[in-house]
């Protein structure tokens, strides 16, 4: 709708969710709720009716869209460091609780959630099929049903997944803290191929015109690259 909704970190530990005019950059709406650093992207999923957000407080904030009026608040025992996604009238993430979850867009109620050994703070993608994708800081891999959060399968890596996940039709891409960039087998979790770079591998995967493009961090002995690759 011509609109640019983003989350707003501040010096002293708050934060802001904004919607700008995508042409202009003027200010359309602002709420000043979140008590915490917002790292989350915002997510909007129309159909429900719902924008959303996470911040370091814990907090998984909703509001109704495209009013904008304030909907509901989820919390968490860890920080929401990561992207949500929306799914089929569910918001999905995961926390510094060690969990993933899966909240109704509706009302904010726990539709399911998923124990993983650490952190959560990778940013999950579901395919169409409804299976949830995401990485936790115990490298591992995990594929979780979308409806009721049970454990479809996991892959271990050889270091912290952080990043955003990124799923095609066939295989499921993420990188991992042992620099490497993992594709795995969609309905299975077998490894399909790896990549090993320079540094921690922590970006999503951009999948464009036949390549791949990612992105690193870098460590304190390696700079961290930014990488294309192409079928051989």
Same mark, same amino acid.
């Given at each position: 709708?011509?609109?640019?909704?983003? +989350?707003?970190?501040?010096?002293?530990?708050?934060?802001?969710?904004?919607?700008?005019?995508?042409?202009?950059?003027?200010?359309?709406?602002?709420?000043?709720?979140?008590?915490?650093?917002?790292?989350?992207?915002?997510?909007?999923?129309?159909?429900?009716?719902?924008?959303?957000?996470?911040?370091?407080?814990?907090?998984?904030?909703?509001?109704?869209?495209?009013?904008?009026?304030?909907?509901? /608040?989820?919390?968490?025992?860890?920080?929401?460091?990561?992207?949500? @996604?929306?799914?089929?009238?569910?918001?999905?993430?995961?926390?510094?609780?060690?969990?993933?979850?899966?909240?109704?867009?509706?009302?904010? /109620?726990?539709?399911?959630?998923?124990?993983?050994?650490?952190?959560?703070?990778?940013?999950? +993608?579901?395919?169409?099929?409804? /299976?949830?994708?995401?990485?936790?800081?115990?490298?591992?891999?995990?594929?979780?049903?979308?409806?009721?959060?049970?454990?479809?399968?996991?892959?271990?890596?050889?270091?912290?997944?952080?990043?955003?996940?990124?799923?095609?039709?066939?295989?499921?891409?993420?990188? @991992?803290?042992? +620099?490497?960039?993992?594709?795995?087998? @969609?309905?299975?979790?077998?490894?399909?191929?790896?990549?090993?770079?320079?540094?921690?591998?922590?970006?999503?995967?951009?999948?464009?015109?036949?390549?791949?493009?990612?992105?690193?961090?870098?460590?304190?002995?390696?700079?961290?690259?930014?990488?294309?690759?192409?079928?051989?």
């Amino acid at each position: 709708n011509g609109v640019c909704y983003i +989350a707003v970190e501040y010096a002293d530990p708050s934060g802001s969710v904004a919607a700008l005019d995508a042409g202009t950059g003027d200010l359309r709406w602002i709420d000043h709720r979140p008590t915490d650093h917002p790292h989350s992207t915002v997510a909007v999923d129309r159909e429900a009716g719902r924008l959303v957000v996470g911040s370091n407080d814990g907090v998984c904030y909703a509001w109704s869209f495209p009013e904008l009026e304030r909907a509901w /608040t989820f919390e968490t025992d860890g920080a929401i460091k990561g992207p949500v @996604a929306v799914h089929d009238g569910l918001a999905v993430f995961g926390s510094w609780d060690g969990h993933v979850y899966g909240v109704d867009l509706a009302d904010g /109620t726990e539709a399911w959630t998923f124990a993983a050994e650490e952190d959560v703070m990778s940013g999950p +993608a579901v395919d169409p099929g409804g /299976t949830v994708y995401v990485g936790s800081h115990d490298a591992r891999l995990y594929a979780l049903d979308a409806a009721t959060g049970e454990e479809r399968w996991r892959f271990q890596a050889g270091g912290w997944i952080i990043g955003s996940v990124t799923a095609t039709r066939e295989h499921v891409l993420a990188g @991992a803290y042992d +620099a490497r960039m993992y594709a795995l087998e @969609a309905a299975t979790g077998e490894e399909a191929w790896s990549v090993e770079g320079r540094g921690h591998a922590t970006s999503a995967v951009l999948v464009d015109d036949g390549a791949l493009y990612y992105a690193e961090r870098a460590t304190e002995e390696r700079p961290g690259l930014l990488y294309r690759l192409v079928e051989a």
